[in-house]
């Protein structure tokens, strides 16, 4: 029998010009089109919408974080509720990842500057130690201590009961030498290969589960982690670890990675989320994203906007203040078919948390639409006029 | 011409055993059966909830406060963006109130703690300054002072365009004199012909004023303040001012005044929402009824629940932490229909601002299907009967 009986990828290319893909991908929770966004909902919950809300906004997919749901509430509790698809009410295509990113950006303040390469200072060993066994870390809520193995991490994301599973790894920074990065990565493939066998171990077929691509910046360290990953076992791959310090470097890191990867497995690139960044990404090749930016810029009062002068625009700004417009005239979203600018900057001068919850569900349904017509322009073969759509407005930065 | 050509208000008496009436109340946005709760809105937002939940929930009608929205976003920047109804995009029937109850309870602190007795210091000097032309008070934004006199309360309700506007009036607090009580009334009552005065001068028809009886936990004050407010053109007819320190001089005080109104003009019972206030009000003859209490609770953690031990259970309890059951089982709302008291007590404990909008989701529908289940008893006659439905775990108390 098939590792993954319940899971399977199709895909077209359609482009001479770009190895963009437009896919389909089945799992038990329904079909998942590519290329796709996957929202965070990092403790079960997108912080400012109902499931509801999150599924009317044309959502295909979330994806929650062991992490935060093996410290509260822990799966074990999760499992006896049903597992995460029924405590959290979201019945389509889940992805959970395996703690370690969340784990190894204790140390360094924000997770997504680390990967990004933003920060400089690095201090992990003051809460995490790493050894060949897992990572030993402590709780931010009670202080107690937990260790995080291959084998724990699968053990959670089995009793969560996501669709997608992802391999325990250590988040390479991004300001180690490229020793560090060679063991650290050749470490992660053994974790990989552990956590494979414990995926083996219970497996019942309704899961599936993503390899990650380390190697940092270095490109033969990043071919000796595909041709390593390819010879395993995996459904899909993640590509991981530091992706550079800059667009160009995430750009030639992506490079390095995919046209080596096997065609036939879904590639998920980690924690990007912005649109210049999702269309260069989908030239190469890859399936799904996933960034927190959407959703947290919203509870910030940032609105994603179409082919504007900026990408976004913030409702606080007092240029809205009269502004009887929506924030996008062609949205179909609740916010934009109901409110004015107006009345969501007073919303959030006067800190009323309905302004979260409306920003939130019109970004949700922007990277909806972006994403719906990625696909369509990929159909076509149309995906440059696309872009010039979405980013019209924007200085080539 | 009428003074209200638009509003109409027609009731019946269904029993020998109370004065409950069910009625209908027309305003130009739509049909208010009652008795009805009026839900607060008071910076023109639910706050946890789009304006399109609160609709499914089973709203008939909210209100905003005159206070909050005078000083922030301000009437003139409503008008402009069309109005109240437009700018927070509900179209059903609407209250304001005259900003008087906010501006008085600044010195006090809780103003519902005020109105029920339930303060003894009072300071208001500190913040308000009251004369025969108004009230002189700083705002809690930015310091500036504003005079509020009845003209200027029913300018900026005619600005928001409100369906019912209400009076401005001095909010007697509990603990002051029969004296003061009775020369706060007489004010008032000035007052009340100054609003009224401006209604006229600037009366489209589409809005109604109710008047406000005042005298304090004093008979014959609030037997001269019904008469004299029988005697004046309102529309309906609000209960204010201090309603005593218990349930018992509660029912007494409105006792006092509700024999003697009008029977044609609708009756509001200003800032009561507790399940068995309700009933008894409604047993008294009250029609409409407001508070901010099921959804500042909800916030808290606090659902309403039919029938059980207590009107209301907190979800951040331990005991709901592994409980799959909804909040109720028997309750239609998004929350019960689609999540567990578990996910719910986890969103608590985490942190999660979904909390607060599912909580608040079904505190709404309870409050309406209790109105709804009210109304029907007064169509069969069988109140009695449905109050012990709503409170059969309780005491006495």
Redesign the interface.
């Known amino acids: 029998m098939s590792r993954y009986p319940h899971f399977s990828f199709t895909y077209k290319r359609t482009s001479q010009k770009h190895a963009g893909r437009r896919g389909s991908l089945n799992t038990p929770h329904g079909i998942l089109e590519t290329p796709a966004f996957i929202f965070c909902a990092t403790?079960?919950?997108?912080?400012?919408?109902?499931?509801?809300q999150v599924r009317a906004c044309g959502t295909q997919i979330i994806l929650s974080n062991t992490y935060?749901l093996m410290l509260?509430?822990g799966s074990k509790?999760i499992k006896?509720?049903?597992g995460l698809h029924k405590?959290?009410?979201w019945n389509g295509p889940m992805l959970t990842d395996s703690g370690g990113f969340q784990i190894f950006s204790l140390g360094h303040g924000s997770v997504a500057d680390e990967i990004k390469g933003a920060r400089r200072h690095v201090d992990r060993k003051s809460t995490v130690k790493i050894s060949e066994e897992g990572a030993l870390f402590k709780s931010y809520i009670d202080g107690k201590k937990h260790l995080l193995t291959p084998e724990k991490s699968i053990e959670i994301q089995r009793d969560l009961g996501s669709d997608l599973m992802v391999v325990f790894d250590e988040c390479t920074p991004f300001h180690v030498d490229k020793n560090y990065t060679a063991a650290s990565m050749r470490m992660s493939h053994r974790w990989g290969l552990r956590s494979l066998a414990e995926f083996d171990r219970g497996n019942d077929g309704k899961q599936a589960l993503y390899g990650i691509i380390q190697g940092g910046v270095y490109e033969d360290l990043r071919k000796e982690s595909v041709d390593f990953t390819n010879d395993q076992g995996f459904f899909g791959v993640a590509v991981g670890g530091s992706l550079g310090a800059s667009k160009d470097q995430m750009y030639e890191v992506v490079q390095m990675v995919l046209p080596r990867l096997l065609p036939e497995r879904p590639v998920h690139l980690l924690g990007i989320g912005g649109v210049r960044d999702i269309f260069s990404g989908v030239r190469q090749g890859i399936d799904t994203f996933d960034c927190v930016h959407p959703t947290r810029i919203a509870r910030h009062g940032w609105a994603l906007v179409k082919g504007g002068e900026k990408e976004r625009i913030n409702l606080m700004n007092a240029q809205f203040?009269?502004d009887?417009n929506p924030i996008e005239e062609e949205c179909p979203c609740?916010t934009c078919t109901?409110?004015?600018r107006?009345?969501i900057?007073?919303?959030l001068?006067?800190k009323?948390?309905?302004a979260?919850?409306?920003v939130t569900?019109h970004n949700i349904t922007y990277m909806n639409r972006l994403m719906a017509a990625i696909r369509q322009a990929l159909e076509t073969d149309s995906l440059d006029e696309e872009e010039k759509k979405w980013l019209s407005g924007l200085d080539g930065s």
Chains 1, 2 share one sequence.
């Open positions: 403790k079960a919950a997108i912080k400012a919408a109902t499931i509801d935060h509260q509430p509790l006896k509720m049903g405590f959290c009410a203040r009269e009887p609740e109901t409110y004015s107006a009345y900057h007073h919303l001068k006067a009323e948390i309905l979260l919850q409306l569900l």
